[in-house]
């Protein structure tokens, strides 16, 4: 039985490194056609965090899994989508919504806020992870 266990790590650590890679590989795709025309394609610039939430998504497997064992109905933490969920979603699209320029007034106090190049994938990642651990089931 503890084999079956190490061997399911295993795969998970062997399925975070290669979404790491796909961001990775985003990454470099996004700067090469930055480079190549001089200008942002919103597609290669959303990706990365696209997979950065997956990522962070799939770091709650085993909580997610822990709820469906359970019985009882659904709820959802709505107190945590709000106040966690959605800022750190506006943190980790910060760059998009700056050089969009959606919102001028809160894309320079998001910038501000996010002005280094990685922190947005971590955002993305911490994103992913409350997103999924807030839907929770509750016994009887």
Sequence with gaps: MKFKKYMLY??????????????NWS????????NMNFEINILYSILPIFIAIILGVFMSIEYLFK?????????????KLIFIVI?????????NIYFLNIFP?????LINLNSSIPSYLIFGVLCGYNFATSFY????
């Design 10 to 23: 295993i795969l998970y650590i062997v399925l975070i490194y290669i979404l790491v890679l796909f961001i």
């Design 27 to 34: 990454n470099t795709l996004s700067k090469n056609y930055i």
């Design 67 to 79: 709820q469906f064992k359970k019985n009882g109905t659904w709820k959802v933490n709505v107190n």
């Design 87 to 95: 800022p750190l979603l506006l943190l980790s699209f910060s760059l």
């Design 105 to 109: 007034k809160l894309s320079k106090i």
């Design 137 to 140: 089931r509750t016994n009887f």
